[in-house]
């Protein structure tokens, strides 16, 4: 047990806060086992009503921050996932987002189409009379005295 009067106030402050924190978790544990009940059941009206129920007290986690935005963002994308294979809805593979060297091609598709898009402008040459800038001189960094 802390004797500092700070850490008992911390110790007090830590039970607060991890009540909430639970309590929060445990209705986003409800929302998600009424989803899946729904998902048991098929009713598409109470699948969509209970969806939309889950990822509100998802969000709601992260608002308060007791869950982290990529956890929140993985256990969201697990109930789509879950929805779409219930409903028969055609969800994406993971191959088809994860294959080798599609950034590449996505990378030089997009630099293609900047370069098309834009006129070409070319740069007024530059005439002889101007002279160029000189570099700034370095300057001398003071020596240290003795004593």
Same mark, same amino acid.
């Given at each position: 047990? $802390? +004797? +500092?009067?700070?850490?008992?106030?911390? /110790?007090?402050?830590?039970?607060?806060?991890?009540?909430?924190?639970?309590?929060? &978790?445990?209705?986003?544990?409800?929302?998600? %086992?009424?989803?899946?009940?729904?998902?048991?059941? !098929?009713? /598409?009206?109470? +699948?969509?009503?209970?969806?939309?129920? @889950?990822?509100?007290? +998802?969000?709601?986690?992260?608002?308060?921050?007791?869950?982290?935005?990529?956890?929140?963002?993985?256990?969201?994308?697990?109930?789509?996932?879950?929805?779409?294979? @219930? *409903? !028969? /809805?055609?969800?994406?593979?993971?191959?088809?987002? *994860? %294959?080798?060297?599609? !950034?590449?091609?996505?990378?030089?598709?997009?630099?293609? *189409?900047?370069?098309?898009?834009?006129?070409?402008? &070319?740069?007024?040459?530059?005439?002889?009379?101007? $002279?160029? &800038?000189? $570099? /700034?001189?370095?300057?001398?960094?003071?020596?240290?005295?003795?004593?």
């Amino acid at each position: 047990m $802390p +004797i +500092i009067k700070q850490a008992i106030k911390r /110790a007090k402050q830590a039970v607060v806060r991890r009540s909430r924190n639970l309590q929060v &978790k445990r209705a986003i544990k409800q929302d998600v %086992t009424a989803l899946h009940t729904a998902l048991a059941a !098929g009713d /598409a009206k109470l +699948i969509d009503t209970s969806l939309s129920a @889950a990822y509100s007290e +998802i969000d709601r986690a992260v608002r308060k921050h007791t869950l982290h935005k990529n956890t929140a963002a993985r256990r969201k994308s697990a109930l789509a996932h879950a929805v779409a294979k @219930a *409903t !028969g /809805a055609e969800a994406t593979p993971v191959e088809a987002k *994860t %294959t080798k060297g599609a !950034g590449k091609k996505a990378a030089t598709a997009k630099a293609a *189409t900047k370069t098309a898009a834009k006129p070409s402008a &070319k740069k007024a040459p530059v005439s002889k009379d101007t $002279p160029a &800038k000189k $570099p /700034a001189a370095k300057k001398a960094a003071p020596k240290p005295t003795k004593k």
